[in-house]
């Protein structure tokens, strides 16, 4: 199996930084997008940042310039640095990746999903 473990959520006040990380481990051949995810209280989960194996990346209107996602293929990682951050960036963050355990077998992956509360 395929198991994604995020770290790197926490308190932080309006204007600040985090970053998270999220590592896939398990019968990985190869990993083709990952991404990360969010979802506030009482909304949808909502799409905040993509990159292609080949790191082509797609970022959320609300973060653009803000968020910075990349990986690291070699440890099988993705990470998403988040500057300049708001109270509306409150959210439970998941990681997401497209898992190829074989040539032709492959599966959609969550994380348990890190807590990122910006508050004063």
């Known amino acids: 199996q395929v198991r994604l473990v995020e770290s790197g959520g926490g308190l932080v006040q309006p204007g600040g930084s985090l970053r998270l990380s999220c590592a896939a481990s398990?019968?990985?051949?190869?990993?083709?997008?990952m991404g990360w995810y969010r979802q506030a209280p009482g909304k949808q989960r909502e799409l905040v940042a993509s990159?292609?194996?080949?790191?082509?990346?797609n970022y959320a209107d609300s973060v653009k310039g803000r968020f910075t996602i990349s990986r690291d293929n070699a440890k099988n990682t993705v990470y998403l640095q988040m500057n300049s951050l708001k109270p509306e960036d409150t959210a439970v963050y998941y990681c997401?990746?497209?898992?190829?355990?074989?040539?032709?077998?492959?599966?959609?992956?969550w994380g348990q999903g890190t807590q990122v509360t910006v508050s004063s």
């Open positions: 398990g019968s990985i051949f190869v990993i083709n997008g």
């Open positions: 990159i292609s194996s080949g790191g082509r990346t």
């Open positions: 997401n990746a497209e898992v190829f355990r074989t040539f032709s077998d492959f599966g959609d992956y």
